[in-house]
């Protein structure tokens, strides 16, 4: 599995490279803090596999990076994806190294 750190991806928004980010938390878990990404909770992710592009790199994240991994997993697996990349330590980690301000849970 591909994996991105938080530094990285922080990088690829500075600089406004083409990606998607999703983030496969509950809507409760999104409401405490979100870094913009589009949500698709995990268990809903299998009925909106179209919306995932496959012509850029896809940035998947959770609140510490498992639930995204599994996610990953089981897309590549069945769906054959390519471009998905797991956030290293998922929102956790963007809190500690990229935005303090932002509330943890």
């Excluded at 012509?55 to 390519?82: A, T, W, Y």
């Amino acid at each position: 599995m591909k994996t991105i750190s938080v530094t990285e991806l922080k990088k690829k928004l500075d600089a406004k490279e083409k990606i998607q980010i999703i983030d496969v938390r509950e809507p409760f878990e999104a409401e405490i803090c979100s870094i913009g990404a589009e949500l698709i909770p995990m268990g809903e992710i299998l009925q909106h596999t179209s919306k995932l592009r496959k012509d850029i790199p896809v940035i998947i994240h959770c609140r510490s990076g498992k639930r995204s991994g599994n996610v990953i997993s089981l897309l590549e697996s069945q769906f054959g994806f390519e471009n998905l990349y797991n956030l290293e330590g998922g929102i956790l980690a963007w809190a500690d190294q990229v935005d303090t301000s932002m509330p943890k849970y």
